[in-house]
């Protein structure tokens, strides 16, 4: 048996993104050759990007492909020079780590941002900014109210980057009506290949290339592209009334889940709005360690929310900056949950989340 919740961490290759891979390493494309074969690519991620570009609601923006979310996030935040960054405390690692200088915005017990000391912040500010909010939080599903931040940022003229790498494909993404300056995005969490990311921006900023060489990418990141992973992300993107059909069935799921561990379990964020299907967890008193392990003995495979590439579990920056006390926030899982998760999984997973409750000290 083996049961995967850690949809947030990477989800499984759509049988779809796959097939529609599958015969282009075969073919030698070099998008920026002239012959037949380098058109032929080119035409392919020409069509990707407008297929993005659509899916998002951002005709009339620039898309820009990355190696990955992180990499289009540091594009963003250290290729836009002569700003000041403002960026939420709960934002991935790497955004914090591309803006090591900016001035934090705090978040409520909810995990929301707090509108007032953004707003505070703003009306104090002289310096051009940016501001960085996510759409919705990786650990705990939370969303943002981004279109405020935009109306509120856009009021003092301040620019807005959002990193939605947890929304595409889960919750509705629209560009043009959260009114965004700069959208992140990456294909591996809803399905498509591993290293592929994007950068979507307003045409009129100019950011200062990360990565410098051949030109590729209107000249915004060096390097030949990566067709095949370019054409699966653009495969993994869902048709909008399945995407609609997904989300109301990850919402029943997870309201079963969390209907069940009532009275037991903290559940975070839980009164804010949320990513249908994902949900962070604590048992008190059991470490988030001890969960994984007794979890992963049941072949569940789950994350703390907060693993970082060494794999081990560290406690999390997003719980710390919520008021979190850092025991309560040492003892959470994530559940995250996709397009393979079933009634019966998350049956199992309440099954063995309350005999470790009933057997904790
Ligand atoms: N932003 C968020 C919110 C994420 O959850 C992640 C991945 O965990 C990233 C950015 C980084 O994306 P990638 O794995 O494509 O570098």
Redesign the pocket.
Known sequence: MSIYLDY?ATAPLKAEVREAMMALPLLPYNPSSLHRFGREARKRVEEARARLLTYVEGEGYRLVFTG???EA?NLALKGLQGYKVMASAIE?V?VLKSCEQAEIIPVDSQGVVDMVMLESMLAHETAPTLVSV?LAN?ETGVIQPVAEITALAHHYGALVHC?A??GLGKIMVDMAALRLDMLTV?A??CGGPQGI?ALILRRNLHLAATLTGGGQEQGFRAGTENVAAIIGFAAALPAREQQKHEQERLAKLQWKLEKALEGKAVIFGHTAPRIPGTSLIAMPGVSSETQLIAFDLHGIALSSGSACSSGRVTVSHVLLAMGVAPELAGSVVRVSMGAGTTEDEIEKFIGIWMMLYEKRT
């Open positions: 947030n990955s979310g992180t996030n991935h790497s996510m990786n990193d790498v947890q990456s591996h969490k990311g």
